[in-house]
């Protein structure tokens, strides 16, 4: 074990692959919060989608299938959120805690109901992992970005069309001018609300892809807990990434090396407990504004009283 | 400055306020009662079959609390669960699962089943140690049993250890003539195998302690690779540490993580590498990848524990399960396996049994 191993193809293999779940929840948090509402709940929905991606799955006999029914259940679970959030402007921390100890508590429950002790099926099928021809041929590059899971292809797709919704459409310019100043918007005629629902569905939408990603991306089983707190990274690279897709994906990506790393350095000689602990120290420096403070948009958190003005 | 914050949180908007906390309450009563239907159900079937209510006799409750694993973790707390389960039928007891969900539960559920006036209430896991002794204490009247971890002096908590080191010795002797010798198609000779352990804790310890000195007596010149996951319950964790081990050379893969460890079999496969599990036969996650599983008989021995109970026998203090009485062990490898390494593993088996190998217990600092 040599210094050249561990900065080697599999590092950098391992960084996306960790990197790429927290990730794609830390995009939809973008749009949660760049419309007004703190989405806490990424990690219950994560689970959500796990556990229904591969019942979905299993039942129909079709990984993409599964997908669809994982991310669909999410988006239901965010929808329930979202209407407690915006609609009866509820405390959005608590809110969102209740709905992860839900998703575990429901999940754990049809675990064991549907499935038994036994766990998920082994046959469940899982997205398959494509090599794109000659481009996975380069040295390096090729096994890094180019034979991947599909769902990490869609994930630079994604990232892409966030930057551009967010950054150069109309409706991105109303998600921002919503998180900012809600009165504002709504003085200029946008609906805060529905563009609030829309922020937190997409949300759902993309913790769906991340919880898929684990259970039947990287995997084909569902454990419980197997979100293993990927959803409350997520959001400390959305905070970390300045509420910018560009910036969150590169804070997952930051947290997926330092994860990366806290495997490879262990053949080092490094104690263990030291090395595994970077992830979240990476975590916390990067909270703590140590690298750049970043400015949460202003009505972030902040529930939309149309009665109030500010 | 305290106390005005705390003024100040109070009356602002009485009402709101009011159905915010109710939603928050509700969706966890909610959560709660969704776990309680868990518990429930198994008890519910216990009941179903173990004889016919309004009989005399009272009937004997046994609670099992499970570990952050859970008992779909094909491993452990999986065959914790099936050994109540074939106490339920066959000794007609009536039992219950309360499943973990963080460290934090293991007190509160412990409690919860002494309080409910259970017999028995087994610990599944080293896990577990502090909080059953605690527990045991608070409620002398209530049998307690923990597995994995030895504690003396509580008269009414009984402890089950394995000697893990002795089936980890065997594991490691077997996979290692496997890559020396090359036995099986597509092993390379690279001279590496690779361990995925869960937490650093001495469960876990002794059998990589055995599996090590396994390796080094058939194979010393090859190299075992062992990282840490920290964690029990992360698969996807467990697959990124097999395929980083497999980049690095390792041609097989022992798993020591529990539900961790089932993602590893997952990563050794994709990497098109061997694969070895833990606890119980595992080969049926991947018949091509799992050569052969090391057994600890959690099954038989939480059986075990119940059937005494049950009949009086109840003994606090511990019990020791090894090779000898069959409490640990590994399975018959897949068929491309040679004979002459089954054989040769088997007479290191015997050694163990007689006594002539003492495998380490723990790992060197």
């Known amino acids: 074990m040599s210094l050249g191993d561990f900065l080697g193809v599999q590092t950098w293999v391992g960084t996306i692959s960790w990197g790429a779940p927290i990730a794609l929840a830390a995009l939809g948090g973008t749009f949660s919060e760049r419309t007004g509402v703190v989405n806490i709940a990424m990690e219950g929905l994560m689970l959500i989608s796990a556990f229904f991606s591969v019942l979905g799955a299993w039942a129909l006999h079709n990984a993409w299938l ?28 608590i809110l969102g805690m209740a709905i992860n100890t839900l998703a575990m508590g429901l999940t754990g429950y049809l675990l064991n109901t549907i499935f038994g002790y036994g766990g998920t099926p082994v046959n469940t099928p899982q997205l398959p992992t494509v090599s794109i021809p000659l481009l996975a041929s380069i040295p390096w590059l090729g096994p890094v970005l180019f034979r991947q899971n599909v769902l990490i292809y869609a994930l630079f797709i994604l990232l892409v069309l966030s930057h551009f919704l967010l950054f150069h459409t109309r409706l991105g310019l109303r998600m921002r001018a919503v ?33 898929a990603y684990l259970s039947i991306g990287a995997l084909n ?10 959803g409350y990274i997520a959001l400390a690279a959305m905070i970390f990434g300045g509420w910018t897709p560009l910036g969150a994906f590169g804070a997952s990506m930051l947290f997926g090396f330092a994860s990366s790393i806290a495997f490879n350095l262990q053949g080092l000689g490094i104690p263990k407990d030291l090395v ?19 400015t949460a948009p202003a009505a972030d958190g902040v529930p939309y009283d149309p009665s109030e003005s500010s | 400055m305290q106390a005005g914050a705390e003024a100040g949180f109070g009356p602002g908007r009485p009402r709101r306020r009011g159905w915010r906390r109710g939603a928050a309450l509700l969706a966890l009563a909610l959560t709660v009662g969704l776990a309680a239907c868990g518990g429930a159900s198994s008890g519910g079937g216990g009941q179903a079959q173990g004889g016919q209510p309004g009989g005399q006799a009272k009937p004997f409750k046994v609670g099992l609390v499970t570990d952050v694993g859970g008992i779909n973790d094909r ?62 204490k608070e409620y002398p009247q209530t049998r307690f049993a923990i597995i994995d971890v030895g504690i003396e002096g509580i008269p ?58 396994g390796v080094s007596k058939v194979a010393p010149e090859v190299q075992v690779i062992l990282r840490y ?70 099954d038989t021995v939480t059986f075990d524990l119940i059937k005494s109970a049950k009949e009086g026998r109840f003994q606090g203090g511990i019990n020791v399960f090894d090779l000898k009485s069959g409490g640990v062990g590994i399975t018959k490898p897949i068929a491309g396996v040679p004979g002459s390494i089954v054989r040769q593993v088997d007479e290191l088996r015997q050694q163990i049994v007689d006594g002539k190998i003492v495998p380490p217990q723990t790992l060197p600092q």
């Open chain 1, 179 to 211: 998180g900012e100043h809600p009165q504002a918007a709504d003085a200029a005629g946008i609906n805060v609300y529905r563009i609030r629902y829309l922020g937190v569905l997409l949300s759902g939408f993309f913790s769906g892809l991340a919880g």
């Open chain 2, 229 to 298: 996951a920290n964690s029990f319950d992360d698969p996807a964790a467990g697959r990124e540490l097999a395929l980083a081990e497999a980049a690095q050379g390792a041609e097989i893969i022992q798993q020591a993580a529990g539900n961790t460890g089932t993602g590893a079999i997952e990563g050794a496969k994709q990497a098109g590498v061997y694969a070895i599990g833990v606890d119980m036969d595992q080969n049926y996650l991947a018949p091509e990848t799992v050569i052969f599983s090391a057994l600890k008989k959690v």
């Open chain 1, 276 to 294: 595994l602990m970077l992830p979240y120290v990476a975590t916390i420096v990067a909270l703590a504004g140590v690298v750049g403070r970043t």
């Open chain 2, 75 to 136: 491993g452990f707390n999986q065959l914790a669960y099936q050994g109540l389960q074939r106490a339920q039928s066959e000794l007609g007891v009536q039992g219950t699962v309360v499943q973990s969900k963080q460290q934090t539960d293991y007190i509160p559920n412990l409690t919860g089943l002494a309080q409910q006036g259970y017999n028995l209430v087994i610990a599944v896991g080293f896990l577990m140690q502090d909080q059953v002794q605690q527990v045991a």
């Open chain 2, 156 to 213: 009414n908590l009984a402890s089950a250890v394995f000697k893990y080191q002795e089936a980890g010795y065997l594991a490691g002797a077997m996979a290692g003539l496997i890559e020396k010798e090359r036995a099986l198609p597509g092993i390379k000779g690279t001279n590496k195998i690779g361990i995925v352990a869960g937490m650093k804790i001495p469960p876990v310890d002794a059998y990589i302690a055995g599996f090590e000195a």
């Open chain 1, 66 to 93: 599964g997908l669809g029914v994982g991310v669909v259940s999410a988006m239901l679970f965010a929808l329930l959120f979202a209407w407690g959030a915006i609609r009866f402007k509820a405390d959005q921390i």
């Open chain 1, 221 to 230: 089983s569902f454990n419980v807990n197997m979100s293993n707190g990927r």
